[in-house]
């Protein structure tokens, strides 16, 4: 059984950095894309873009480009999405999502000074 | 970029049927933007439902359907449960990228 598990909830000031992740498991991890999807309070879903772990191929989409970076360690089977510089409006849901229909549970994250 | 259109709410009885459509601003929608569905309920994360228009996943119920309808995507619910109240998403893919639409919440009345 494919499953994601992200990481905990994260409260963050503007301009702190954040790395949350995505373990994979149920699958072999270099053979499929991962996927990030954004969800602001009481708003739709966003693609944010996707990674593929086989050979870091990333593709951005164009609303995020410049704004996060995605990671992926194939030694523990775990994806990253990363901020260097937070600001308020990154507040909201993050899911992680793989082409075989498996959603990670989501990290919330909470931008706030 | 590309922008993705559903209706935003739509309302059915029990036992009723209903069709959601998911629009592109590039043209008619075909195989080749392979469509995807989402369910969500509040304060749960997503469940894919449908992939490439018309394909289910182990857990999809039988009575959720996708096909392509007027040069759109479309996901159709029949024989309507309560439980199937939600937000659904559609997904496409275009010009190298995924494009979400904005969502239809429908209600079961």
């Known amino acids: 059984e494919v499953q994601l598990v992200q990481s905990g909830a994260e409260v963050k000031k503007p301009g702190d950095s954040l790395k949350i992740s995505c373990w994979a498991s149920?699958?072999?991890?270099?053979?499929?894309?991962i996927g990030w999807v954004r969800q602001m309070p009481g708003k739709g879903l966003e693609w944010m873009g996707i990674?593929?772990?086989?050979?870091?191929?990333?593709r951005y989409s164009p609303s995020f480009q410049g704004r996060v970076t995605f990671s992926a360690d194939k030694s523990i089977n775990t994806a990253y999405l990363q901020w260097s510089s937070l600001e308020a409006s990154d507040t909201g849901m993050y899911y992680c999502a793989s082409p075989s229909g498996s959603w990670g549970q989501g990290t919330l994250v909470t931008v706030s000074s | 970029q590309t922008v993705v259109t559903q209706e935003p709410s739509l309302t059915v009885s029990p036992g009723g049927t209903v069709t959601l459509t998911c629009a592109s601003s590039t043209g008619a929608v075909t195989s080749d933007y392979y469509p995807n569905w989402f369910q969500q309920k509040p304060g749960q994360a997503p469940r894919a439902l449908i992939y490439s228009t018309r394909n289910k996943h182990p857990w999809t119920p039988a009575r959720f359907s996708g096909s392509l309808l007027g040069g759109k995507a479309a996901l159709t619910l029949s024989a309507v449960q309560p439980e199937d109240e939600a937000d659904y998403y559609c997904l496409l893919y275009s010009d190298g990228f995924w494009v979400f639409g904005g969502g239809t919440k429908v209600t079961v009345l």
């Open positions: 149920g699958y072999t991890f270099t053979d499929y894309w």
């Open positions: 990674i593929h772990p086989g050979d870091s191929d990333r």
